[in-house]
């Protein structure tokens, strides 16, 4: 099994920039995706951004032009940098990853908050 743990959340004016680290351990070999997700108070858990073993990006329209999501395979580590923020991007992110056989994981959640 994989395990997930994030990092790098916290409070910032909307504007600013925040940079989220989601550290992969276990039977990393197994992942295919990892990816970030969100939600926010009363709202359902919705996708951000994924980066696949090949290097393919995928992002929500919602965050597209000012997020950016990169890995480093080496510390099985992926990172989403978040520029441009605004109020509505106030949420528990949390990292999730596909693995063999349709597995998944996810982290507890790193709470972002931007205050306008």
């Known amino acids: 099994q994989v395990q997930v743990v994030e990092s790098g959340g916290g409070l910032v004016q909307a504007g600013g920039s925040l940079r989220l680290s989601c550290a992969a351990s276990g039977n990393t070999f197994s992942i295919h995706v990892m990816g970030w997700y969100r939600q926010a108070p009363g709202k359902q858990r919705d996708f951000v951004a994924s980066?696949?073993?090949?290097?393919?990006?995928y992002y929500s329209d919602s965050v597209k032009g000012r997020f950016t999501i990169s890995g480093n395979d080496a510390k099985n580590t992926v990172y989403l940098q978040m520029d441009r923020l605004k109020p509505e991007d106030t949420a528990i992110y949390y990292c999730?990853?596909?693995?063999?056989?349709?597995?998944?994981?996810w982290g507890q959640g790193t709470q972002v908050t931007v205050n306008s």
């Open positions: 999730n990853t596909v693995q063999d056989r349709g597995l998944s994981s």
């Open positions: 980066i696949a073993s090949d290097g393919s990006t």
